[in-house]
């Protein structure tokens, strides 16, 4: 872990499984507001599967690397309030994370390594009482206000020489073959996998997939490259492998779940992207 | 089309068919306060039904003719993301569009006419790496933050001459009655129609509706002039009738769909005001 | 009702049932950044169960107090649009509150007494044409707008000597009980009661609840207390005695509704604490 620093900017974004319903992000956006009325917040998504840890580090990856340099991100996904898990500040060479201490980092530590982590402990940032439920409001929203202020992370408590990291399936190469796993659907069902650039040329067509009795016999490069309710493979956003349906769920067509693992063969002899229809 | 110019305004405003759960809207407000720190993001819906370029069209009227003059409006349902649909910038007297160029802006138009139309074709206004699936965040998004940072919308790429509409039902008057279509319904179940000021007078009482074996026998003033759970006949708040069941679905209520027709007859020889409840 | 004012700042938040999807609230934005391009919009929420006067009021009280003094709070939770119910201005020593008067405030104004009524009748200070079901864009909005700029509360309409307030449950304390009941549930299920710390000391632990068949034997200190799947007691982040399941429902779990009853009876010779499983 290095020791560079980045100037945070009054930018906070927001993330959580709160849900929309019930006014908590709402009171994070006004502990804020209160304690730093130059506040610029951002929602990202306050719809993460309810205590999926993995499902927020992905959400974080989606959206994280595309704001401002110094900009301030506050997750809280966080089954363990109040238990003994540490509330921390994370800084990278790219910004500050605000979240607990659970494998939320792990997927912004792979593409901007984490350089230092601070156990929240001067609670003279957090509100005054602070509840046994919602930390959201009462430890990580006063804390972001405060780091967006120009409170440099090393005042918010010690510094910690480790952090926890979710444990991450790694996609396989073979001669013929590269095997993933399923790492995450998005609400429309379109499933993104751990395999990227490195096991698969993108560019190249000649790719098969065979899952659970349905098959994809090549790569696309549009989801209306196929016809409506027709799966198909694609370079997703993030640019990993992504498996959808056009129009349709991916996770329903081929009966996914997170975490199950699909096997993608080279095709023989066949120019797979002849079979292509509808560009 | 005509040639004046709006001045942008650092007010942008996204329409998507997104979601909230995954950060892909949160990658869009990272890409364009990375280029326009000063922009103003303001969310009108991520709710769009999933590429339904109708009802984005609609909720585009319902929101956008109500923002400041020289506001940007992105609007992302895009079923044919990656194919050869154009990304455009869309003029008119009031604001500037940036959409993809598949009927979106056809009830904008239908208020305040398009003037000059131009597909995204300098790419130096995207981001660097256009992925195949996420548009809204490599295009829609950069380009409005450019947009709102004084870019001249012709600097863009080449004016076109037409662009993409939708084929809208309209609503024809008899003697004594008035035949239309549903053409939205909200996510409480009220089922807007084309039938407007121009073939209603919402001030008289006088018209009765049956369908599919239900009946309504007078235009109301309020959802609460009904019984709870009573069907009413009102004009929505865009000036078009609109069926609506008081605290419930005139979706369900009237066993409807969006493209339904419905006709509406004159009552004769009776005050049909007389029967209203609950005033 | 005394008679002191705040400073309104143009902090405007909006809280409504309006749902996300049809650009309804999108269209209160721009309503207000056309009268004050300097307002600053926040979200409290827009998925408040639909008219739901009870489940608003409680929203309010969850988000509202955490704003800094002086901002504006537009609520609209309206089933009675159209019919004649006052749309009002509310006055209490921290905030203006903007909404229909029909009880929404009645949490709020058991924190922070309300100070003074005003009825909206000044209709310049609304849009020119007022439609007859949706006055969170055409009054609500607009009227906050004006605030926003300055506008003193007493200059849009009547003062009023009296407002709507809900009829709420109170908790009764027994000699060796309390009784309450279930006032909100939150969108997790979580159960929120109002049984507080004048009923319940909330740091003891040998209270024991049987409900529905159901058992739960401690106050716990977090979530994580229990397994995942048991229920649990647990001092909610606005103070009132929550009952809540690790991970899962209290709503489903015990069967409740919004509106039960539930007593709690003090443990006898007990010393529930060494009975909590996994701190």
Same mark, same amino acid.
């Given at each position: 872990? *290095? &020791?560079?620093?980045?100037?945070?900017?009054?930018?906070?974004?927001?993330?959580?499984?709160?849900?929309?319903?019930?006014?908590?992000?709402?009171?994070?956006?006004?502990?804020?507001?209160?304690?730093?009325?130059? %506040?610029?917040?951002?929602?990202?998504?306050?719809?993460?599967?309810?205590? $999926?840890?993995?499902?927020?580090?992905?959400?974080?990856?989606?959206?994280?690397?595309?704001?401002?340099?110094?900009?301030?991100?506050?997750?809280?996904?966080?089954?363990?309030?109040?238990?003994?898990?540490?509330?921390?500040?994370?800084?990278? %060479?790219?910004?500050?994370?605000?979240?607990?201490?659970?494998? /939320?980092?792990?997927?912004?530590? *792979?593409?901007?390594?984490?350089?230092?982590?601070?156990?929240?402990?001067?609670?003279?940032?957090?509100?005054?009482?602070?509840? +046994?439920?919602?930390?959201?409001?009462?430890?990580?929203?006063?804390?972001?206000?405060?780091?967006?202020?120009?409170?440099?992370?090393?005042?918010?408590?010690?510094?910690?020489?480790?952090?926890?990291? /979710?444990?991450?399936?790694?996609?396989?190469?073979? $001669?013929?073959?590269?095997?993933?796993?399923?790492?995450?659907? $998005?609400?429309?069902?379109?499933?993104?996998?751990?395999?990227?650039?490195?096991?698969?040329?993108?560019?190249?067509?000649?790719?098969?997939?065979?899952?659970?009795?349905? +098959?994809?016999?090549?790569?696309?490069?549009?989801?209306?490259?196929?016809?409506?309710? %027709?799966?198909?493979?694609? *370079?997703?956003?993030?640019?990993?492998?992504?498996?959808?349906?056009?129009?349709?769920?991916?996770?329903?067509?081929? &009966?996914?779940?997170?975490?199950? +693992?699909?096997?993608?063969?080279?095709?023989?002899?066949?120019? %797979?992207?002849?079979? &292509?229809?509808?560009?």
């Amino acid at each position: 872990m *290095q &020791e560079e620093r980045v100037e945070a900017l009054p930018l906070i974004t927001l993330t959580t499984d709160f849900g929309d319903q019930d006014g908590f992000v709402g009171a994070m956006k006004g502990v804020i507001l209160s304690i730093n009325p130059e %506040a610029q917040i951002v929602d990202i998504s306050h719809a993460v599967p309810r205590q $999926d840890v993995a499902a927020g580090a992905m959400v974080l990856r989606n959206a994280c690397p595309y704001f401002p340099e110094g900009t301030i991100h506050v997750a809280v996904i966080d089954p363990g309030v109040g238990s003994d898990r540490e509330a921390v500040v994370v800084e990278t %060479a790219h910004a500050l994370y605000v979240l607990p201490d659970n494998g /939320l980092i792990t997927l912004i530590d *792979q593409l901007t390594p984490v350089q230092r982590v601070f156990a929240v402990t001067q609670l003279g940032f957090c509100l005054p009482d602070i509840s +046994r439920t919602f930390h959201g409001r009462d430890v990580f929203a006063p804390v972001a206000a405060h780091l967006s202020r120009g409170l440099p992370p090393e005042e918010v408590g010690s510094a910690m020489t480790s952090f926890a990291e /979710l444990d991450l399936a790694e996609a396989t190469v073979g $001669d013929d073959f590269v095997e993933g796993t399923v790492v995450y659907a $998005d609400v429309f069902g379109n499933c993104l996998t751990n395999i990227g650039p490195d096991q698969v040329a993108f560019d190249a067509f000649d790719w098969c997939l065979t899952l659970n009795g349905r +098959r994809v016999t090549q790569l696309s490069q549009a989801y209306a490259a196929v016809p409506t309710g %027709a799966p198909l493979m694609i *370079q997703s956003s993030n640019g990993f492998l992504e498996l959808a349906v056009n129009g349709g769920s991916a996770l329903a067509y081929f &009966e996914l779940a997170v975490g199950d +693992r699909l096997r993608l063969e080279r095709a023989k002899g066949l120019d %797979a992207n002849h079979e &292509e229809a509808g560009l």
